[in-house]
C-alpha cells in the first residue's frame, strides 16, 4: 500500500517556541493532506484539510494562526505549532489522499508525531 | 455532537473466539464506513471498509457488517488472535469530501 511518513516521530520542545512537524507521501502524489490530532484515550480529531497550493481549511475550533499548515507540493505538508505550550502537548497524525472529494480516495495515514511540551 | 459512537472502549476476547466490535453512527447522510486498528504510538491502518449499499463485506477474518435502518455497524474477527491486540476505530464519511470522522476507538484485548 501507499506510504506516508512523518518527520520527526518524536519531539520535545520548550514553552513558547515553535515545532514543525512534517508529512510525506513517498510514493504518490497527495493532493490533499489532512492534520489530526489524539489525545489520551480520545478519538482521532480532525484538525484541517489541505490541498496543494491552496489554503488550508481548518475545522471549527482550531486555531490557524497557532497551527500553521503549508502544503507547498504534492508530497509535503508541513504543520507548524507556533508559540507551544503544555497543553498542545499530544499525537499528531498526518494522512494523505489522491481524490478530490467526489470519489472516495483511500487515506493514507502516517506513523504519527508524539509532541511533548515542557 | 458524536456522529460516530463506539460506546466500549474496551473488549476482552479469548484466543480463538469471536471478536465483535460495535459502533454507532448519527448522520444519515454518511455513505462510508471504514474501521481502522491503531497500536499505541503508531498512525491507524486500514482494515476493512462498506459501502451504504452493502450490508456486509468480509475479508478473511474480517466482516463488517452494516444495519443501515439502525445507524449501526460491527466488526467481527474471527478467530481472534493475539495479535489481534490494539484499538479499533470505527470511522465514516460522505461522498462529498474525503473527511473521515472517527469515534473513539475499543480497545480490543485477546486474553490467551
Known amino acids: 500500500g501507499a506510504v506516508v511518513s512523518q518527520h520527526p516521530s518524536w519531539v520535545i520542545c520548550k514553552s513558547g517556541t515553535s515545532v514543525k512537524i512534517e508529512c510525506r507521501s513517498l510514493?504518490?502524489?497527495?493532493?490533499?493532506m489532512f492534520w489530526y490530532r489524539q489525545f489520551p484515550k480520545q478519538s482521532l480529531m480532525l484538525m484541517a484539510t489541505s490541498n496543494e497550493g491552496s489554503k488550508a481549511t481548518y475545522e471549527q475550533g482550531v486555531e490557524k494562526d497557532k497551527f500553521l499548515i503549508n502544503h507547498a507540493s504534492l508530497t509535503l505538508s508541513t504543520l507548524t505549532v507556533t508559540s507551544a505550550h503544555p497543553e498542545d502537548s499530544s499525537f499528531y497524525i498526518c494522512s494523505a489522499s489522491w481524490s478530490h472529494g467526489t470519489s472516495l480516495g483511500w487515506q493514507y495515514f502516517g506513523p504519527g508525531t508524539r509532541l511533548t511540551v515542557t | 455532537d458524536q456522529q460516530v459512537k463506539q460506546n466500549s472502549p474496551s473488549l476482552s476476547v479469548q484466543e480463538g473466539r469471536i471478536s465483535i466490535l460495535n459502533c454507532d453512527y448519527t448522520n444519515s447522510m454518511f455513505d462510508y464506513f471504514l474501521w481502522y486498528k491503531k497500536y499505541p504510538a503508531e498512525g491507524p491502518t486500514f482494515l476493512i471498509s462498506i459501502s451504504s449499499i452493502k450490508d456486509k463485506n468480509e475479508d478473511g477474518r474480517f466482516t463488517v457488517f452494516l444495519n443501515k435502518s439502525a445507524k449501526h455497524l460491527s466488526l467481527h474477527i474471527v478467530p481472534s488472535q493475539p495479535g489481534d491486540s490494539a484499538v479499533y476505530f470505527c470511522a465514516a464519511t460522505t461522498n462529498r469530501d474525503d473527511k473521515i470522522i472517527f469515534g473513539k476507538g475499543t480497545r480490543l484485548h485477546i486474553l490467551p
Open positions: 510514493d504518490f502524489q497527495a493532493t490533499t
